[in-house]
């Protein structure tokens, strides 16, 4: 096995593990490998090693190695990073999920895209973060926006836990904002939580989508 191989079974076994604690099953967990400043190249070995979900966090990069990398026609790409309304037409050309929708604008510019968009509310936990989210009282009135809204469908929500805090609290009140978006649209199920040093905590709140970059990639390069 290569190491990237390896670092893929490894996590895997974590996951599997924390579901396990969580008296959940495995298989209701996606993992989201984020590949971000990595080239296309390691996004094939992943795929290779049967990955089918990648993340990425800009629109330029992630549209050239989508570009790049067409022919994976079973391939995912989820949209994490946060999002312009100028450039979110551009994005939903080529990524099936959107992770970061926070905001009126990116609603109405996703809108009638080429095709259907997936769409997950991004919550901010804290007030001091500025890495994007809506926040929590504002939620409910973009999922309902994003119900009505033409080719968009309500995954459901999505945060990262704040900076120097316990993440499995944070990961509690997403938990209890998802409660809430289930009652707009039964579908809405899904919880986009974790990271590599957290996704154990996310597991344990009910994440079903984690989202995963160092501990399958190993370290990212400084730039793009
Ligand atoms: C980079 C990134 C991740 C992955 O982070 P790691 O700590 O490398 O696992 C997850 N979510 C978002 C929004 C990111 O930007």
């Given at each position: 096995m290569s190491e990237l191989e390896e670092r893929v079974a490894a996590v895997r076994e974590s996951i599997s593990r924390a579901a396990v604690r969580a008296g959940r099953d495995p298989l209701g967990i996606t993992t989201i490998a984020v590949t971000k400043f990595h080239p296309a190249a390691l996004v094939s070995q992943l795929y290779e090693a049967g990955?089918?979900?990648?993340?990425?966090?800009?629109?330029?990069?992630?549209?050239?190695?989508?570009a790049e990398l067409v022919g994976l026609d079973d391939l995912t790409w989820h949209f994490v990073g946060q999002l312009q309304s100028k450039k979110a037409r551009?994005?939903?050309?080529?990524?099936?999920?959107?992770?970061?929708?926070?905001?009126?604008?990116?609603?109405?510019?996703?809108?009638?895209?080429?095709?259907?968009?997936?769409?997950?509310?991004?919550?901010?936990?804290?007030?001091?973060?500025h890495r994007g989210g809506a926040p929590i009282a504002d939620v409910e009135r973009l999922a309902e926006r994003i119900v009505?809204?033409?080719g968009l469908s309500?995954?459901?929500?999505?945060?990262?836990?704040?900076?120097?805090?316990?993440?499995?609290?944070?990961?509690?009140?997403?938990?209890?904002?998802?409660?809430?978006?289930?009652?707009?649209?039964?579908?809405?199920?899904?919880i986009s939580a974790g990271m590599s040093d957290d996704f154990e905590d996310a597991i344990?709140?009910?994440?079903?989508?984690l989202r995963i970059g160092t501990a399958i990639t190993g370290k990212r390069p400084a730039t793009p």
């Open positions: 990955i089918r979900d990648v993340g990425e966090n800009r629109q330029q990069e992630a549209e050239a190695k989508a551009r994005v939903a050309r080529f990524a099936g999920v959107i992770h970061s929708v926070d905001r009126d604008s990116v609603i109405d510019a996703l809108a009638g895209a080429d095709r259907p968009v997936s769409c997950f509310v991004q919550v901010a936990l804290s007030d001091d973060d009505a809204s033409d309500l995954a459901g929500v999505m945060a990262v836990a704040p900076l120097g805090a316990e993440p499995r609290p944070a990961f509690a009140r997403l938990r209890s904002v998802s409660d809430r978006i289930r009652a707009i649209d039964p579908l809405a199920t899904a344990l709140e009910g994440a079903t989508h």
